[in-house]
């Protein structure tokens, strides 16, 4: 069974940047497509972006593109989430998921596994 931890939330000031990282155990990570997604309070959660399986070609919701960047590294079997010039908006508690298969989506319902998140305050 595949197992997620996110680590690397925290408080970070305006413009600031954070790494998350998604550590994978009982599988191998790079089988899977992979998204990481985030919610804040009273809203839903939403995706921020993903990554195909065999290809690593990543996706990202508008709302982060050209900040954040995700990327694998199979021997640590781990994803990243790297965020720059982070945004009060930003704010949220931020969870990786799987989901076997080729494709990523950035819908949480396409996904099977999921970490327990990590929290991200982007304020001053």
């Known amino acids: 069974q595949l197992q997620l931890v996110e680590s690397g939330g925290g408080l970070v000031q305006p413009g600031g940047s954070l790494r998350l990282s998604c550590a994978a155990s009982?599988?191998?990570?790079?089988?899977?497509?992979v998204g990481w997604f985030r919610q804040a309070p009273g809203k839903e959660r939403e995706g921020v972006s993903c990554i195909h399986s065999s290809s690593g070609s990543t996706n990202y919701a508008d709302s982060v593109k050209g900040r954040f960047t995700m990327s694998r590294d199979n021997a640590k079997n781990t994803v990243y989430l790297q965020m720059n010039s982070l945004k009060p908006e930003d704010t949220a508690v931020y969870y990786c998921?799987?989901?076997?298969?080729?494709?990523?989506?950035?819908?949480?319902?396409?996904?099977?596994?999921w970490g327990q998140g990590t929290r991200v305050t982007v304020s001053s």
């Open positions: 998921a799987a989901r076997s298969g080729y494709a990523c989506y950035l819908t949480p319902r396409e996904y099977d596994y």
């Open positions: 009982g599988a191998i990570l790079a089988y899977s497509a």
